[in-house]
């Protein structure tokens, strides 16, 4: 038994190595931004950052107004980040988080955006672009806004509440083996209309090294992984005791 558990043990962490040079709170299960830097700024056809850290939240489950109650806003576990929101004004926001010694063959994560018809020009948008800071070489790179957007989403372009549009879930996976001991960086933003008037945000879940389970079972993070591991020891120790 006690060799069981100490092999048990010895597998919980290895399976955490490769994880700790991963994305910080990439499900936002710490319930906040931790690990991740926030932006904003206004927009008025180009993009003034002010310092601002931009209308951005993290946020539980529930089915989002503005797409009629259709769309939930957190894809699984008990958390997701909103970027900007549904209000107007002229704003942006972003968040990015940079990790250094990426060591997983693959990146997958969960994205959805919701816009307001602006009936102009400039109208509020999304981008998510993935860099490889090593090369100065972008993996990965989605940017559209109300109009260009039913060609870039999976699902076409749904129906909302009134004057709102919005996509489904996205599951992106990418192969991430040629990058191994690369520095990457994510970046998010999402943005109102040029003309002050309209809105728009996105959301992100489950950035990681592994799949995003849907509707919960969140993948543990390293710590939790350790302490499971102390765990076993721990029951490894009481079962000899006893012995």
């Known amino acids: 038994m006690k060799k069981i558990l100490f092999l048990l043990v010895a597998l919980a962490m290895l399976s955490t190595t490769s994880a700790f040079a991963g994305f910080v ?48 806003m957190v894809y699984g576990g008990k958390y997701s980040a ?13 968040i990015t988080q940079t990790v250094t010694n990426w060591q997983d063959n693959d990146i ?12 102009h020009p400039s109208a509020g948008h999304f981008s998510l672009t993935l860099t490889d800071v090593t090369t100065s070489t972008a993996l990965y790179t ?12 999976v699902g076409g372009w749904l129906d909302g509440a009134s004057g709102w549009k919005y996509c489904d879930w996205q599951i992106v996976q990418l192969d991430t083996s040629k990058v191994v001991g690369h520095d990457l960086e994510l970046t998010l933003l999402a943005s109102d209309c040029g003309y002050g008037g309209h809105g728009g945000y996105a959301y992100l879940d489950g950035f990681g090294a592994y799949v995003p389970p849907q509707g919960g079972g969140e993948i543990p993070e390293p710590a939790t992984m350790v302490l499971f591991g102390l765990g076993l020891l721990g029951l490894a120790g009481v079962n000899r005791k006893r012995k």
Do not use: C, M
């Not at 909103?82 to 972003?94: A, C, L, P």
């Not at 994560?109 to 919701?114: C, L, P, R």
């Open 108 to 119: 997958y994560f969960a994205w959805a955006s919701v816009l307001q018809n602006p009936g």
């Open 82 to 94: 909103r970027i900007n929101n549904y209000d107007s004004g002229y704003h942006f926001s972003t």
């Open 25 to 72: 709170n990439g499900g936002f299960e710490d319930g906040n931004f931790n690990g991740w830097t926030q932006g904003g700024g206004r927009y008025t056809g180009s993009y003034s950052y002010t310092g601002d850290p931009g209308k951005s939240a993290v946020v539980g489950p529930g089915l989002d107004p503005y797409t009629a109650n259709n769309l939930n």
């Open 142 to 153: 989605k940017a559209f806004d109300y109009f260009t957007a039913p060609g870039e989403v």
